[in-house]
């Protein structure tokens, strides 16, 4: 039983060529004697030229290659965009918000101080000035 | 071995440089391989052609960034598997479909009968395979369709050549259990 489990072990080693002579030469004195693991050997090697007996497709010479050239994105060889990675690109908007945000912001304070009255311009228009009319311009600053 | 590394060394620096043909040399020798690699780990037929003018496209963009610390159709066996693997994330589906390769190849044999059973088998392998998973399925179908040894297997999926044995075993006890459920039908 112990040398069935050490052979269900290597066994796929064994069909892949990949065990080492000593395991080898194990696998197959025991394949000789135990019914059981030859069953589950050739069960396997079933599998395998099942797999490797697949047919396999053939494409006409610069089959990719027409279809590729014919794509309107292909020819870009590398852009500064491609080196970022999907959460990088996901992320991109959110300095832009924060620049068109902070642009509104000046632009909304600028718009203010211009419908702003000062002392100052009073005084240069050469009105008459109470002290009412001084205090009441110097608070609203 | 040796001259095939080079030849792809040649066209990659043939491509770096400015030239084109080395990229269109490289997509015709590799194309075949990267759609058969790409059907078997998908399952889908048609797109499985998509997969690889993905996987082009993406060389294309990215093939001066190739250190060269690996062999070129290592990396592009990664690129594929990764590529695959996404397109089955969108999909959503690890099943195989209906529509597969096996009616465009068996549409070329004159006897019905032999295309009938033919058609039968592989859809029962692709339906058998589908249920084996993706990390595990990548290891089997490297080993049993390309034929790559489990070394450079551990270079393509980045795992250790335990781990592939071990995967590659896995892969097989599931396929086994999966196909001998159907076992008149194939044997």
């Known amino acids: 039983m112990k040398k069935c489990a050490k052979a269900k072990r290597l066994l796929s080693g064994y069909l892949d060529k990949e065990t080492p002579d000593k395991g080898a030469d194990f696998i197959r004195r025991h394949l000789s004697d135990c019914r059981i693991c030859s069953r589950e050997y050739s069960n396997l090697l079933n599998i395998k030229n099942m797999l490797s007996g697949r047919e396999r497709t053939v494409l006409a010479q610069d089959h990719i290659v027409k279809r590729l050239y014919t794509n309107r994105e292909f020819g870009k060889r590398y852009s500064l965009l491609d080196s970022l990675g999907s959460l990088s690109r996901s992320f991109m908007p959110v300095p832009a918000v924060i620049a068109a945000l902070f642009l509104a912001f000046v632009i909304s304070d600028l718009r203010k101080d211009q419908g702003r009255y000062y002392l100052e311009d009073y005084i240069m228009s050469a009105g008459p000035v109470t002290t009412e009319l001084a205090l009441e311009l110097i608070l609203t600053e | 071995m040796k001259s095939e590394i080079n030849e792809d060394i040649f066209y990659v620096q043939q491509f770096i440089g400015g030239e084109?043909?080395?990229?269109?040399?490289?997509?015709?020798?590799?194309?075949?391989?990267?759609?058969?690699?790409?059907?078997?780990?998908?399952?889908?037929?048609?797109?499985?052609?998509?997969?690889?003018?993905?996987?082009?496209?993406?060389?294309?963009?990215?093939?001066?960034?190739?250190?060269?610390?690996?062999?070129?159709?290592?990396?592009?066996?990664?690129i594929t598997v990764n590529t695959s693997y996404d397109f089955l994330r969108r999909k959503r589906i690890f099943k195989s479909r209906e529509g597969s390769l096996v009616d465009e190849i068996a549409d070329n044999r004159n006897n019905p009968r032999e295309k009938l059973l033919e058609k039968q088998r592989e859809d029962l392998l692709n339906r058998a395979l589908s249920k084996v998973p993706f990390k595990y399925r990548a290891a089997l179908i490297f080993k049993d369709i390309e034929g790559l040894s489990y070394v450079r297997i551990a270079r393509v999926l980045h795992c250790r050549i335990g781990t592939v044995e071990s995967r590659i075993y896995r892969a097989r006890q599931i396929l086994k259990k999966e196909l001998l459920k159907h076992k008149e039908d194939i044997i």
């Not at chain 2, 790409?38 to 993905?54: F, K, M, P, R």
């Open chain 2, 20 to 78: 084109e043909q080395g990229f269109k040399m490289l997509v015709n020798k590799y194309q075949n391989n990267l759609l058969n690699l790409a059907y078997s780990l998908t399952g889908y037929c048609h797109e499985s052609e998509d997969i690889v003018q993905e996987v082009f496209f993406k060389v294309y963009r990215n093939l001066k960034f190739f250190k060269q610390r690996c062999r070129f159709s290592t990396w592009l066996y990664r």
